[in-house]
């Protein structure tokens, strides 16, 4: 009778915490994960000398009762060396099913492929095209691919674990002519994102052409504050901007899960 009631006892125990474990399961909120370059994340993401990401002004538009947003961009990064520093293995470690994840790199991806400052840069274009190279500061051999194969990597990786996946187009610089802002989403790396997007079934959210259309509409002289340094670094209220832009296209694309995590 005694072995019985203890036996009973254990696994009364056992189904409540197996019942505790498919609560906290069931329960487990998803992840929003950022990955790019400075205009994502401007170095340690707290407005040093004026200058923020928008990946920093995500969180106060989604619902974070409901989604966790983890900004892992990092200034003077390319589509490469994301890849190369390992910071993109660091990132596809924690991607699990049902995360969602947004890129943005290119800014530096035109960058020189072996020079000895940064040796950063990818082949322009999309496609398999690869070039060997030594590499100066890694001090040995490298295959350098093109922009869109480093960007469908990261794509076809995350969507392997059961990630939902959007490139952007870089956003766009403080750069103008004739009053009309210089764009880079039909050529360059604007259409090589969009590319790469149509090619792996990844969203695309062409940003620089979001917020090139609220900049001609401000016109250059109230555009200039949101670069308080140069021409492709944002102020708070710039990249702000940029993550209102991001939010809305994610809310007009038909079919998107993460559109019911934003406020």
Same mark, same amino acid.
């Given at each position: 009778?005694?072995?019985?009631?203890?036996?009973?006892?254990?696994?009364?125990?056992?189904?409540?915490?197996?019942?505790?474990?498919l609560?906290?399961?069931?329960e487990?909120?998803?992840?929003?994960?950022?990955?790019?370059?400075?205009?994502?994340?401007?170095?340690r993401?707290d407005g040093?000398?004026?200058?923020?990401?928008?990946?920093?002004?995500?969180?106060?538009?989604?619902?974070?009762?409901?989604?966790?947003?983890?900004?892992?961009?990092?200034?003077g990064?390319?589509?490469?060396?994301?890849?190369?520093?390992?910071?993109? $293995?660091?990132?596809?470690?924690?991607?699990?099913?049902?995360?969602?994840?947004?890129? %943005?790199?290119?800014?530096? $991806?035109?960058?020189?492929l072996?020079?000895?400052a940064?040796?950063?840069?990818?082949?322009?274009?999309v496609?398999?095209?690869a070039?060997?190279?030594?590499?100066?500061?890694?001090?040995? %051999?490298? +295959?350098?691919?093109?922009?869109?194969?480093?960007?469908?990597k990261?794509?076809?990786?995350?969507q392997?674990?059961?990630a939902? +996946?959007?490139?952007?187009?870089?956003?766009?610089?403080?750069?103008?002519?004739e009053?009309?802002?210089?764009?880079?989403?039909?050529?360059?790396?604007?259409?090589?994102?969009? %590319?790469?997007?149509?090619?792996?079934?990844a969203?695309?959210?062409?940003?620089?052409?979001?917020t090139?259309?609220?900049?001609?509409?401000?016109?250059?002289?109230?555009?200039?504050?949101?670069?308080p340094?140069?021409?492709?670094h944002?102020?708070? $209220?710039?990249?702000?901007?940029?993550?209102?832009?991001?939010?809305?296209?994610?809310? %007009?694309?038909?079919n998107?899960?993460?559109?019911?995590?934003?406020?």
């Amino acid at each position: 009778m005694l072995a019985n009631k203890k036996r009973n006892s254990f696994l009364l125990v056992a189904l409540v915490l197996f019942s505790s474990f498919l609560v906290f399961k069931k329960e487990e909120k998803p992840t929003l994960f950022f990955i790019g370059d400075s205009t994502v994340k401007n170095g340690r993401g707290d407005g040093s000398g004026n200058m923020w990401g928008w990946g920093d002004w995500m969180k106060p538009l989604f619902d974070t009762t409901k989604i966790n947003i983890e900004n892992h961009a990092l200034g003077g990064t390319s589509s490469r060396t994301f890849l190369t520093k390992g910071l993109w $293995d660091k990132v596809l470690a924690k991607i699990k099913k049902g995360d969602y994840l947004i890129m %943005q790199f290119g800014h530096n $991806d035109s960058s020189p492929l072996d020079d000895t400052a940064r040796a950063r840069g990818t082949i322009k274009g999309v496609g398999d095209s690869a070039k060997e190279i030594y590499n100066p500061i890694l001090k040995k %051999q490298e +295959v350098v691919h093109t922009y869109g194969w480093y960007l469908a990597k990261f794509v076809n990786e995350a969507q392997a674990k059961g990630a939902t +996946v959007f490139i952007c187009s870089p956003i766009p610089r403080n750069d103008w002519k004739e009053g009309k802002l210089i764009r880079y989403n039909g050529t360059g790396y604007g259409l090589w994102a969009k %590319q790469t997007a149509e090619a792996t079934g990844a969203f695309f959210i062409d940003l620089n052409s979001l917020t090139a259309d609220d900049y001609d509409a401000m016109g250059p002289e109230k555009v200039k504050p949101f670069f308080p340094n140069e021409h492709t670094h944002t102020s708070k $209220d710039g990249a702000v901007l940029n993550a209102i832009n991001v939010t809305k296209a994610i809310k %007009q694309i038909k079919n998107c899960s993460l559109a019911r995590y934003t406020l």
